[in-house]
């Protein structure tokens, strides 16, 4: 069974970048028919679709987002890696890592981490 898992900082300043990375085990990013996504949900409010890449490595992009996100992989370590940039307070949310079958949509797919939770406050 495909098992996630978020790492990464739990406290960044604004205007920082911060990265996360999510380590899968029981299964390879490689596998086809896959989105190895990023989804989050600030505090009191809905879920929002952040990212994804690819098991063939192409990356997608909420577009309210897409220029200060890069997501990214490492196949040699079964990894993939979502960086944000230019971070405000608006960006503190609980991050979670997801494997989908579908690409998009503000929802929690079954396969996904516990979340990790980011802050952004100086």
């Known amino acids: 069974q495909v098992q996630l898992q978020e790492s990464g900082p739990g406290l960044v300043k604004p205007s920082q970048t911060f990265s996360l990375t999510c380590t899968v085990s029981?299964?390879?990013?490689?596998?086809?028919?896959?989105?190895w996504s990023w989804i989050r949900q600030p505090p009191g409010k809905g879920l929002e679709w952040v990212g994804a890449?690819?098991?063939?490595?192409?990356?997608y992009y909420n577009p309210s987002l897409k220029s200060r996100t890069s997501i990214s992989r490492d196949t040699s370590k079964n990894q993939f890696t979502l960086q944000l940039s230019s971070v405000t307070p608006e960006d503190t949310a609980v991050y979670y890592c997801?494997?989908?079958?579908?690409?998009?949509?503000?929802?929690?797919?079954?396969?996904r981490g516990q979340g990790t939770q980011v802050t952004v406050s100086s």
């Open positions: 029981g299964g390879s990013i490689r596998t086809s028919a896959y989105y």
């Open positions: 890449i690819t098991s063939g490595g192409s990356s």
């Open positions: 997801t494997r989908d079958s579908q690409l998009g949509g503000n929802r929690l797919p079954p396969f």
